[in-house]
C-alpha cells in the first residue's frame, strides 16, 4: 500500500529557508514527482514537479525552491529559499497526476 508523509514544515520569517522532505511507501522506485501547495479555500497549486530528474518550477516558486528525488531512499525533497508571505500554504507531494494517495501535508507559515 502506497503511503505518502511530508515533513520539514514551520514558521518562519520572510528571507529565511526551510527543507521539506516527502517519503513515499510501499513502491519500488519514485521517478515523475510533483510538488503541490494550498491555502484555505484555494485550488491546489503545482509549485515543482519532477520528470526523469529534469525539474520544472511554477514562476512565482522560479530561482527560490529547489526539488530532488532520492529513488535509493524514497524521498522527494523540496529546498525553499528566500521565503515570502506569499509561499504561506500546506505543502503536498505526490506522483504525476496525483495517483499515490494524499498524505497530511506539512504547513509552512511566513510571517514576520
Known amino acids: 500500500q502506497v503511503q505518502v508523509a511530508e515533513s520539514g514544515g514551520g514558521l518562519v520569517q520572510p528571507g529565511e529557508s526551510l527543507r521539506l522532505v516527502c517519503r513515499v511507501s510501499?513502491?519500488?522506485?519514485?521517478?515523475?514527482m510533483d510538488w503541490y501547495r494550498q491555502t484555505p479555500g484555494a485550488q491546489r497549486e503545482l509549485v515543482a514537479r519532477?520528470?526523469?530528474?529534469?525539474?520544472s518550477y511554477a514562476e512565482s516558486v522560479k530561482g527560490r525552491f529547489f526539488m530532488s528525488v532520492d529513488n535509493a531512499r524514497k524521498t522527494v525533497d523540496l529546498q525553499m529559499n528566500d521565503l515570502k508571505f506569499e509561499d504561506t500554504a500546506d505543502y503536498y507531494c505526490?506522483?504525476?497526476?496525483?495517483?499515490?494517495?494524499w498524505g497530511k501535508g506539512t504547513q509552512v507559515t511566513v510571517i514576520s
Open positions: 505526490n506522483t504525476l497526476g496525483g495517483f499515490y494517495p
Open positions: 510501499g513502491v519500488v522506485k519514485i521517478n515523475n
Open positions: 519532477s520528470i526523469n530528474g529534469r525539474t
